[in-house]
């Protein structure tokens, strides 16, 4: 594989933020009115997609931009405390060295993406599209490669849930999926994944 352009999801990709996730969860829950988790028997919910989770909690899809307000209220708060995954930060710096183009587009805010990132490695990032609905990335994906001036088959865009596939194929990219994110990888598996990445490690075959 060879791609010019790597475009990368945030939470669960580059970020571990499932733990935070997971422990604010229940407040964001009564706030705005769904159900609770269980979180100690959190771990069958990474077999759900983003839909079939708010069914789940019952969270009707009106509510999402207001939870998405929340949330990302509440990381800004404790961006410190979460972290890279490991070998994230020498896989980002291997691509921008080969020339890889680096982008990020996430749900999360663009405060926040830079926060967890340091200026170091943000700086490492020429395209940040951040703030919209888990399921607008692929006009963000698209609008990316106009920017850049690049065609869909010259990016990949590496994610961690369904969401993230059905973005890229709407936006005509190839999906690679990672083994270690929010979504087990057999259910990545069911969106057709161009590419699987078992480890941060392995993100350097993006550079061919």
């Known amino acids: 594989m060879s791609y010019r352009l790597a475009i990368f999801d945030f939470d669960g990709t580059l970020a571990d933020s ?3 996730f997971l422990s604010v969860f229940n407040t964001i829950a009564d706030r705005h009115g769904f159900r609770r988790i269980d979180i100690a028997n959190a771990a069958h919910l990474r077999h759900y997609g983003t839909r079939q989770m708010m069914d789940y909690v019952g969270m009707p899809a009106w509510k999402l931009p ?8 509440m990381m800004k708060e404790n961006a410190a405390s979460i972290a890279l995954f490991e070998g994230i930060a020498d896989a980002l710096r291997f691509l921008h060295a080969q020339g890889v ?9 663009e405060h926040n993406v830079r926060t967890v990132l340091g ?3 943000a700086a490492l990032v020429l395209q940040f599209d951040c703030g919209m609905s888990v399921f607008g990335k692929a006009s963000r994906i ?12 010259e990016a ?16 005509g990219v190839d999906f690679g999926a990672v083994h270690w994110g929010f979504a087990t990888i057999e259910a990545l598996r069911r969106h057709a994944c161009a590419h699987e990445f078992l480890t941060p490690a392995e993100l350097r075959r993006i550079a061919g």
């Open 18 to 20: 499932f733990p935070f």
């Open 119 to 121: 200026p170091e490695l």
């Open 66 to 73: 207001a939870v998405s307000k929340t949330f990302m209220a």
């Open 101 to 109: 183009r680096i982008a990020v587009v996430s749900s999360n805010s």
């Open 156 to 171: 990949i865009y590496i994610g961690d849930q369904g969401t993230d596939a059905d973005a890229s194929r709407k936006a």
């Open 142 to 153: 698209r609008a990316v490669l106009k920017r850049c001036g690049l065609a869909p088959r």
